[in-house]
């Protein structure tokens, strides 16, 4: 019978190795936010103005990095370092396939977000 032995117990990362990879990756989050912020701004600012499924839309393209930053964050923490900033990097892929989806969708059908459609 083959006696299974765990393996050696990992240390934990230490908090300044979390700190660099977390903050390398939060730069590419922040650009997100950053980004999705501005164009809230134009639209919003536009002739046209939005209505509330434009805000709520892109409002959502706002906290949405920053929500799978945290998710990203908490699943990976506790993790080795490279299986940190894979969680980080799948993360921050969610966000870009999200915010192509919202400029796509904004690009496609503008018109149902604005406040004061064109006749």
Do not use: K
Request: no cysteine; net charge positive; aromatic share 16%.
């Amino acid at each position: 019978m083959t006696e299974l032995t765990d393996a050696a117990p990992s240390r934990p990362m230490p908090v300044w190795v979390i700190a660099t990879i977390a903050g390398v990756f939060g730069l590419f989050y922040a650009y997100a936010v950053w980004n999705a912020l501005a164009f809230l701004l134009i639209q919003a600012t536009g002739p046209r103005g939005l209505n509330g499924y434009g805000w709520a839309l892109l409002l959502s393209a706002v906290v949405f990095p920053l929500l799978a930053f945290a998710v990203a964050f908490w699943a990976g923490y506790r993790r080795r370092a490279g299986e940190f900033a894979l969680a980080l990097l799948a993360g921050l892929a969610l966000v870009a396939v999200f915010w192509l989806n919202v400029v796509s969708y904004a690009t496609v059908s503008g018109n149902s977000l604005v406040a004061v459609p064109l006749t």
